[in-house]
């Protein structure tokens, strides 16, 4: 079989990975990579013979070398083209844009914008999933900026609200506004709060402040098309067309690392429960670090955020145990060790009431498995 994914991004790299990790258990399977990049129109080499394919189907004239060649075919694309309906496999948009706007607003930020090229069809859904997302918190994303940087985006970074939290299509773009908020002398994140809405270390750790993101389930992609593939290719029918992936979690760095609140106790109170989460804390440890009634820490924490404090360190637990789960083989009794749970059965409860899985459950779509 063939992959024709591109390998010059690292979503497309870990949508590889994912392939080739369920054929090393499910195998053997001889592939073949055709590297490309996210803009190359990928060519099917003459005299191919296969018996399937993976693909990123983003043009009707690929579609068309696809389909002439009458193999079973599974598209990894967010790109929908008209009479195209390989079975998909993509991630869900909605997902991504919620963590984004509960990374963003639990940090007290009330102005948010997007950076993406909305003339691709998918990043516009993705733009319209977070503009959906805010509203649905009665909040408005009140300004968007093509991706292509330079003097235009400077320009754009000028005129918002200050702050601002900015959601990026990718890693890439969002290196692109922290280097223009820099160029600017507008500090990230203190004016600007930028979000990729996929998460790469290398770029991340390459950009000044590190780039926060949500973590894609690429692997995961990979894993579900290969699990497809191999049906498809066995002659088994599908029981659907199209498979969405939710998200990993926000990997959260210095780039987000806001909190756009004027009372500086709550903003300590913040700081302290995302430095101790890990920890067994209660209450009265916070009211030991800050010094107050415990009836008025309650009430302005919960007016300042919209949620209560124990409803915090809950959701930064979720969110550790949700990275932790799809990225690693740790036990999840370790796991929720790790992430400050009293004990695995109650790490059950309150991620199954956040997430609607049990651990157990939400691991299990981030390995191989066949359908």
């Not at 004016?191 to 926060?212: I, M, N, R, T």
């Not at 302005?300 to 955020?305: N, P, V």
Request: glycine residues 8%; charged residues 20%; aromatic residues 8%.
């Amino acid at each position: 079989m063939s992959i024709f994914v591109e390998t010059a991004t690292s979503w497309g790299r870990r949508v590889v990975a994912g392939i080739l990790s369920y054929a090393k258990e499910h195998g053997p399977w001889h592939i073949q990579i055709e590297p490309t990049g996210p803009s190359d129109e990928p060519v099917i080499p003459s005299g191919w013979r296969g018996d399937g394919v993976i693909a990123r189907v983003a043009t009707r004239s690929f579609a068309q070398q696809l389909e002439a060649l009458g193999v079973p075919v599974v598209n990894v694309s967010s790109i929908k083209i008209p009479g195209v309906d390989h079975p998909r496999v993509t991630t869900n948009a909605d997902a991504v844009c919620r963590m984004a706007v509960d990374h963003f607003t639990v940090r007290g930020l009330r102005h948010f914008a997007y950076v993406g090229n909305l003339g691709q069809s998918y990043i516009k859904s993705q733009y319209e999933a977070f503009v959906a997302a805010l509203r649905a918190r009665g909040l408005e994303c009140g300004a968007c900026c093509d991706s292509g940087g330079g003097e235009g985006m400077a320009a754009w970074l000028r005129t918002l609200p200050k702050p601002s939290g900015v959601l990026c299509w990718g890693p890439r773009i969002g290196r692109l506004v922290i280097d223009a908020c820099l160029a600017e002398g507008i500090a990230v994140p203190h004016d600007v709060a930028v979000l990729g809405a996929d998460y790469d270390e290398l770029q991340s750790e390459a950009s000044h402040p590190p780039q926060s993101g949500v973590r894609m389930a690429s692997e995961q992609i990979g894993l579900i098309a290969a699990a497809l593939l191999d049906s498809r290719m066995a002659g088994r029918l599908l029981e659907r067309d199209h498979w969405e992936i939710s998200a990993g979690g926000v990997v959260a760095k210095a780039s987000s690392d806001a909190l756009a609140v004027d009372d500086a106790q709550m903003a300590s109170v913040m700081r302290y429960v995302q430095a101790k989460f890990r920890e067994p804390i209660d209450m009265p440890d916070i009211l030991r670090a800050v010094p107050m009634s415990r009836r008025s820490l309650e009430r302005k924490f919960r007016q300042t955020f919209g949620m209560s404090v124990i409803d915090r360190i809950r959701q930064i637990r979720v969110n550790e145990a949700r990275l932790l789960l799809s990225a690693t083989n740790d036990p999840i009794t370790s796991i929720a060790e790790k992430c400050g749970f009293a004990s695995y059965n109650y790490m059950g409860r309150i991620f199954q009431a956040d997430t609607g899985m049990t651990p157990r459950d939400y691991r299990a779509q981030f390995r191989a498995r066949r359908f």
